[in-house]
Protein backbone atom coordinates (compact mmCIF):
# COMPACT_ATOMS: atom_id res chain seq x y z
CA UNK A 1 0.00 0.00 0.00
CA UNK A 2 1.50 3.41 -1.14
CA UNK A 3 1.55 5.75 1.80
CA UNK A 4 3.14 9.70 1.27
CA UNK A 5 2.68 11.05 5.36
CA UNK A 6 3.65 14.71 5.80
CA UNK A 7 4.62 16.19 9.03
CA UNK A 8 6.09 20.02 10.23
CA UNK A 9 3.36 22.43 9.33
CA UNK A 10 1.94 23.93 11.43
CA UNK A 11 1.75 27.87 12.62
CA UNK A 12 4.29 30.43 11.92
CA UNK A 13 5.16 34.26 12.32
CA UNK A 14 6.06 35.98 9.79
CA UNK A 15 9.83 35.60 9.01
CA UNK A 16 10.12 32.20 10.38
CA UNK A 17 10.84 28.67 9.41
CA UNK A 18 9.50 25.88 9.18
CA UNK A 19 11.39 21.94 8.42
CA UNK A 20 8.37 19.46 6.38
CA UNK A 21 8.62 15.63 5.80
CA UNK A 22 7.48 13.06 3.90
CA UNK A 23 7.73 9.71 4.66
CA UNK A 24 7.12 7.25 1.81
CA UNK A 25 6.44 3.49 1.77
CA UNK A 26 4.49 0.98 -0.30
CA UNK A 27 6.95 1.88 -3.68
CA UNK A 28 10.65 2.08 -4.51
CA UNK A 29 11.52 5.72 -3.32
CA UNK A 30 14.69 5.72 -4.44
CA UNK A 31 13.81 5.80 -8.37
CA UNK A 32 10.96 8.63 -8.43
CA UNK A 33 11.27 12.24 -8.41
CA UNK A 34 9.68 13.65 -5.55
CA UNK A 35 8.48 17.13 -4.62
CA UNK A 36 6.65 19.42 -2.64
CA UNK A 37 3.43 21.33 -4.01
CA UNK A 38 1.12 23.70 -2.38
CA UNK A 39 -2.75 24.57 -2.23
CA UNK A 40 -4.01 27.64 -1.03
CA UNK A 41 -7.49 28.67 -0.25
CA UNK A 42 -9.35 29.75 -4.04
CA UNK A 43 -5.88 28.73 -5.82
CA UNK A 44 -4.66 26.23 -7.83
CA UNK A 45 -2.01 23.54 -6.91
CA UNK A 46 1.34 24.89 -7.26
CA UNK A 47 4.64 23.78 -7.54
CA UNK A 48 7.32 24.54 -5.08
CA UNK A 49 9.90 22.28 -5.42
CA UNK A 50 11.05 19.00 -6.70
CA UNK A 51 14.09 17.01 -6.35
CA UNK A 52 15.03 13.75 -8.64
CA UNK A 53 15.69 10.05 -7.80
CA UNK A 54 19.71 10.69 -8.29
CA UNK A 55 19.43 14.38 -6.49
CA UNK A 56 20.56 16.32 -9.18
CA UNK A 57 19.00 19.15 -10.98
CA UNK A 58 16.66 20.42 -8.20
CA UNK A 59 14.32 22.88 -9.08
CA UNK A 60 12.46 25.55 -7.18
CA UNK A 61 9.34 27.73 -7.68
CA UNK A 62 9.99 31.29 -8.07
CA UNK A 63 7.62 32.51 -5.77
CA UNK A 64 10.01 30.91 -3.39
CA UNK A 65 13.07 30.09 -4.61
CA UNK A 66 15.86 31.60 -2.16
CA UNK A 67 13.65 30.64 0.61
CA UNK A 68 13.85 26.74 -0.08
CA UNK A 69 15.82 23.74 0.29
CA UNK A 70 14.89 20.46 -0.83
CA UNK A 71 16.23 17.13 0.41
CA UNK A 72 16.09 13.66 0.06
CA UNK A 73 17.42 10.61 2.44
CA UNK A 74 16.91 7.45 0.19
CA UNK A 75 18.04 5.18 3.13
CA UNK A 76 14.94 6.33 4.88
CA UNK A 77 12.53 7.22 2.13
CA UNK A 78 11.58 10.54 3.18
CA UNK A 79 11.67 13.68 1.59
CA UNK A 80 12.51 16.94 3.23
CA UNK A 81 11.41 20.84 2.50
CA UNK A 82 13.49 23.52 5.06
CA UNK A 83 11.36 26.90 3.83
CA UNK A 84 12.97 30.04 5.54
CA UNK A 85 11.58 33.73 5.47
CA UNK A 86 7.95 32.62 5.64
CA UNK A 87 5.05 35.07 4.25
CA UNK A 88 1.50 35.02 4.99
CA UNK A 89 1.41 34.16 1.44
CA UNK A 90 3.22 30.99 1.91
CA UNK A 91 -0.11 30.26 3.74
CA UNK A 92 -1.36 27.06 2.00
CA UNK A 93 -1.45 22.92 2.31
CA UNK A 94 2.03 21.53 1.48
CA UNK A 95 1.88 18.63 0.02
CA UNK A 96 4.17 15.31 -1.21
CA UNK A 97 4.27 13.97 -4.42
CA UNK A 98 5.97 11.24 -6.30
CA UNK A 99 6.49 10.93 -9.53
CA UNK A 100 8.00 8.09 -11.69
CA UNK A 101 5.36 5.97 -13.77
CA UNK A 102 2.67 6.73 -11.25
CA UNK A 103 2.14 9.57 -9.97
CA UNK A 104 1.09 9.46 -5.72
CA UNK A 105 0.26 12.25 -3.46
CA UNK A 106 0.17 12.86 0.53
CA UNK A 107 -2.82 14.40 1.91
CA UNK A 108 -1.15 17.47 2.77
CA UNK A 109 -0.26 19.33 5.92
CA UNK A 110 -0.89 22.70 6.85
CA UNK A 111 0.89 26.17 6.66
CA UNK A 112 -0.58 28.79 8.11
CA UNK A 113 2.02 32.25 8.51
CA UNK A 114 0.66 34.69 10.80
CA UNK A 115 1.53 36.70 13.61
Known amino acids: QVQLVESGGGLVQPGGSLRLSCAAS????????MSWYRQAPGKERELVAS????????NYSDSMKGRLTISRDNAKNTVYLQMNSLKPEDTAVYLC????????WGKGTLVTVSS
Open 97 to 104: NARYWLNY
Open 51 to 58: IPSGGGSI
Open 26 to 33: GFTFSIYT
